[in-house]
């Protein structure tokens, strides 16, 4: 039970994520090509809105946008992916200025930590305290990160533990680390790695300063061993999670 528990919260905290990522970039006018609940393979187109295909996918974690024009990199490796040329259109996300780019790569950080903020109000019946708890936690979560060891951090097996004890607790438990765990998305995807929402506004921001593309096979790279080193990490805490259940 507790799984489950653990991925329903999971897959709404991505869902909200992926959502603040497409109303801003349609907010910017820019062309999102589908919004996906879970990831691939397709169950099921659901509805079209705001020009975007909603759908269905097999696997239940979480979900995604496709921002058309937000992986350059495609055009130059990749001409016939896309369809459409990127360069050329006015609703591709390359094509906006940096201030809209780093709005849309913000846009997810900014709606986990406004889901937090309504989980705390709902739970304290208030918005002054759902706000207040809201920024004490984010300062904490950020103290933490910049203190961290790894043998402090838990993983997917010790945060499913974790869910099995709040929820022992009821609803209100479970509700206030939701809210926790969706800081912890929003403070942890501005890390400045590459594969993270903190890498992709350093990119733009190295853009915007150098005025200059970063070149295809550079960012092609570096996200690749941002990702790489983001599995390490969670292998190495998965197994740590395992030897602490043992």
Do not use: C
């Amino acid at each position: 039970m507790s799984l489950i528990i653990f991925i329903i919260i999971l897959s709404a905290l991505v869902i909200v994520h992926e959502l603040g990522h497409f109303l801003v970039a349609r907010f910017f006018g820019i062309r999102v090509d589908e919004f996906g609940i879970g990831f691939p393979p397709r169950a099921k187109k659901l509805f079209l809105w705001k020009g975007t295909p909603f759908t269905l996918n097999w696997l239940p974690f979480g979900g995604f946008v496709k921002i058309f024009g937000e992986n350059t990199h495609l055009e130059t490796e990749f001409p016939s992916a896309l369809g459409n040329s990127v360069s050329k259109s006015s609703d591709s996300f390359q094509n906006k200025n940096r201030g809209i780019q780093a709005a849309v790569l913000m846009g997810g950080v900014v709606f986990n930590f406004l889901f937090a903020w309504l989980l705390l109000a709902i739970v304290y019946r208030s918005l002054y305290i759902g706000l207040s708890n809201t920024l004490m936690f984010t300062s904490e979560t950020i103290k933490a990160i910049l203190h961290f060891t790894l043998a402090e951090v838990s993983g997917p097996l010790g945060i499913v533990g974790i869910v099995g004890e709040a929820s022992s607790y009821g609803f209100s438990s479970l509700l206030i680390l939701t809210a926790l765990i969706s800081i912890n998305l929003s403070v942890i995807n501005l890390v400045p790695i590459p594969a993270l929402d903190g890498g992709r506004l350093l990119f733009v921001g190295i853009e915007a300063v150098t005025r200059r593309k970063i070149k295809p096979a550079i960012f092609n790279f570096l996200n690749l061993a941002g990702f790489a080193l983001l599995i390490l990490l969670m292998v190495f805490i998965t197994i740590q999670d395992v030897r602490n259940i043992f």
